[in-house]
């Protein structure tokens, strides 16, 4: 956990004092709707369908207990008693009144939480690996940097108004949880030879409208002119970034109009002028960082205890443990990712008495540490194995020990038109129905990890270009028709999927993926060649076949 | 639009020139880019002083030459959410060395100026004249800085250490 000192805390109150001006203003008409509206947007408050919604940021997808409970009272103060984590490390909440904003932020900020910057043209939160500082063979914890990067991108003078948004995640692992090749700058934390921390800097990834995965732009940036580097690229961005055209402004544009020669060798220019000023980061400084990371006084523990061999004769443990429990850097330590995703519900969601709940477990059983993901789940990252069988069991009361983490009923989908004001469709109730037709834990088995998103519009909220199957809603003469794509991966082979053929209706989405995996089932070479592979190797054809030969 | 400066709504002493306005006689000016670059000697020359004002696309490098004798650059916001001035006031205040009048105008609100005066902006034209009132109580709103620029404000980081150097003592 990082722990927020008065300096820290100053800023978010501070924060949370001129936000409630702003509002007031608004309400007395002081502003206009069009200059409040970027202020609210900084301040993470969207006006939707049917209310304001507001989001709220999870650095790096860190949360203390503490905070998980100032979530729920959030949720059950200002809202309708739940709310919806987001694949950006957020959680929104839907039904918020704006004259109340102000207080539930001032709620939030006594447990050092914030809503700065999740959304607007700046910079927005931080993304990291879920299971940074725990995860096996991991170079450090990322979470160091993301913090760094976090203080230094909050309220800067020269990047809150920039032509779009901004978005950085870091990895520090050969498995990439953070899916940096879609971000605007992806971090990749290595050592060089000589053993020191740097980074692989990406550039120009991006989901949306016009989708790229990012390009290597810096094989090697030392740690230290870390924040230079970023400073130099977002001021080209700041600069040349197209603002004529909204579609056309994320950097991801300019890198590609300019090619990422071209684009790199500005961004070199710049950097030289300024990677020797103040913005170079001393050890210290890094130091005191990771001094204010507390991690937990793990235990000597044995790497099999009793208690898990003992539940090992429960198949429905058994299910579960599989594929939610996975690997800890400490011996006796697990990681336990919780599924948001239970059948038929809306992904994501979580009510405030499971908030409240998942907190208490947490102090039992986690450090008092909750971590959520970008595939909307959460996880305790500290798990002794001795207590797994008992943690099941009451994860299981609560309805949060569904077996399906990276199955195909996972599913990360957007709001869609049931709550947002861009959608052109609908994607929780295709959700919904997609869970009930793979709810056999023996079928989604032996189906494997295969992992489905789904897009309300082209906004790619749901991260569809890069689901092994992506299903996008658009709309076509006032009909929700759905764009399906297969072959897509957000992790460290990172590819956007290709499109299997004509748009379906929505009653037709899930016979189509039905098809899909009974396709993949047939075609792959062992049970082992995961979904996606099996669409690599043989490409969109046989699927296209199999899905059209009969519509 | 009322115009502020050391934290006080002042008079304006410049008067702006259009492209094609004749040059007066004396006084304070302020003169588009295109025509100050075209027609610097002159301008610089006469009596009263010279100020710039910079279009926000326009490369700010171009003006290095000018800089010692420029009374005023006044950089503008044609929108409060297009922040390319922001860059263009680093700029000139880090990297080029400009210690004149920076001014700031267009669409300049009072949410703005903690930002603007971190940029390195002294003046302000403000749209509404609440906010130029409301000027000193909005720039203070802020006591933490988390990022150096050249505007003195120490950060978060470094009080941080000074704060960790001064626990030290004695210890």
New interface residues.
């Given amino acids: 956990m990082y722990a927020y000192d008065e300096i820290d805390r100053t800023l978010v109150n501070e924060r949370v004092l001129e936000f409630r001006d702003q509002v007031k203003r608004r309400l007395s008409g002081e502003l206009t709707e069009d200059e409040f509206k970027m202020l609210r947007l900084q301040n993470g408050v969207y006006l939707q369908l049917h209310a304001y919604m507001f989001r709220v940021a999870i650095p790096y997808g860190t949360l203390a207990s503490n905070q998980l409970r100032a979530l729920a009272h959030v949720a059950r103060k200002y809202d309708r008693g739940y709310g919806h984590f987001t694949t950006r490390q957020n959680i929104q909440f839907n039904w918020i009144k704006l004259a109340e904003l102000p207080d539930a932020l001032a709620d939030l900020a006594e447990v050092g939480i914030h809503a700065m910057q999740t959304s607007g043209n700046n910079m927005r939160n931080v993304t990291s690996d879920q299971w940074a500082g725990v995860a096996p063979g991991e170079i450090e914890d990322p979470r160091i940097w993301s913090e760094l990067i976090r203080q230094h991108t909050t309220l800067h003078p020269e990047f809150s108004f920039l032509p779009r948004k901004f978005k950085i995640a870091i990895t520090a692992s050969d498995h990439d949880r953070a899916a940096i090749k879609v971000h605007d700058i992806g971090l990749r934390l290595i050592k060089n030879e000589k053993g020191e921390t740097g980074f692989e800097v990406l550039v120009g990834g991006g989901l949306g409208r016009t989708p790229f995965i990012g390009k290597t732009i810096k094989h090697f940036v030392h740690g230290r002119d870390l924040l230079s580097y970023i400073e130099a690229i977002l001021r080209v961005y700041n600069q040349y970034g197209r603002r004529d055209n909204i579609y056309k402004a994320r950097i991801k544009i300019l890198v590609h109009e300019l090619g990422i020669e071209k684009f790199s060798r500005e961004v070199e220019e710049e950097w030289q002028q300024i990677r020797n000023s103040s913005l170079q980061i001393d050890d210290e400084v890094i130091e005191d960082i990771r001094s204010r990371f507390i991690y937990p006084a793990y235990e000597k523990l044995p790497h099999m205890p009793d208690e898990l061999r003992q539940a090992a004769a429960d198949p429905d443990f058994e299910a579960w443990r599989k594929n939610s429990v996975a690997p800890h850097k400490i011996p006796g330590y697990s990681i336990v990712t919780i599924s948001l995703k239970p059948i038929g519900a809306p992904p994501g969601d979580a009510t405030a008495e499971q908030m409240d709940a998942l907190a208490d477990l947490a102090d039992k059983y986690s450090f008092g540490e909750i971590r959520v993901g970008h595939e909307q789940n959460l996880a305790l990252p500290h798990v002794a194995k001795r207590d797994l069988p008992a943690l099941w069991k009451a994860l299981d009361r609560l309805g949060l020990a569904t077996p399906n983490v990276n199955l195909i009923t996972d599913i990360i989908a957007c709001p869609g038109l049931d709550y947002c004001s861009l959608a052109n469709a609908r994607s929780i109730p295709i959700a919904q129905e997609l869970t009930r037709r793979f709810a056999n834990h023996e079928l989604a088995n032996l189906i494997g990890r295969l992992h489905i998103n789904i897009s309300g519009c082209i906004n790619a909220c749901g991260h569809h270009h890069v689901g092994h199957i992506g299903i996008l809603g658009v709309e076509k003469n006032g009909e929700e028709v759905y764009q399906i794509t297969i072959g897509g991966r957000a992790d460290e082979g990172a590819a956007l999927g290709n499109l299997i053929g004509p748009g379906v209706k929505f009653d037709e989405v899930a016979d189509v993926v039905e098809d899909i995996v009974e396709a993949y089932l047939a075609l792959r070479e062992r049970p082992e060649e995961l979904f996606v592979d099996t669409v690599k190797r043989l490409g969109v054809e046989p699927f296209k076949e199999r899905v059209y030969a009969t519509r | 639009m009322p115009l502020v400066n050391g934290g006080k709504i002042v008079n304006d002493g410049f008067v702006k020139l259009a492209v094609d306005t004749p040059l007066p006689e004396g006084g304070d000016i302020l003169v588009p880019a295109e025509r100050f670059l075209s027609e610097a000697d002159a301008l610089l020359e006469r009596s009263g002083k010279v100020g710039v004002i910079w279009p926000n696309n326009r490369d700010i490098a171009e003006l290095v030459p000018y800089l010692g004798k420029l009374a005023s650059v006044a950089l503008v916001f044609p929108s409060?959410?297009?922040?390319?001035a922001?860059?263009q006031a680093?700029l000139l205040r880090?990297?080029y060395g400009y210690r004149g009048d920076l001014r700031a105008t267009g669409q300049v609100?009072r949410?703005q100026f903690?930002?603007?005066l971190?940029?390195g902006f002294d003046s302000f034209e403000v749209k509404k004249p609440?906010d130029a009132e409301a000027f000193m109580q909005t720039a203070k709103?802020?006591?933490?800085?988390?990022?150096?620029?050249g505007d003195g404000r120490i950060t978060?980081?470094h009080?941080?250490?000074q704060l960790?150097h001064s626990e030290g003592v004695g210890t």
């Fill in positions: 409060f959410r297009d922040g390319r922001y860059s680093r880090e990297r609100l949410d903690v930002f603007m971190r940029a609440a709103r802020y006591s933490v800085f988390y990022q150096p620029t978060a980081l009080r941080r250490m960790r």
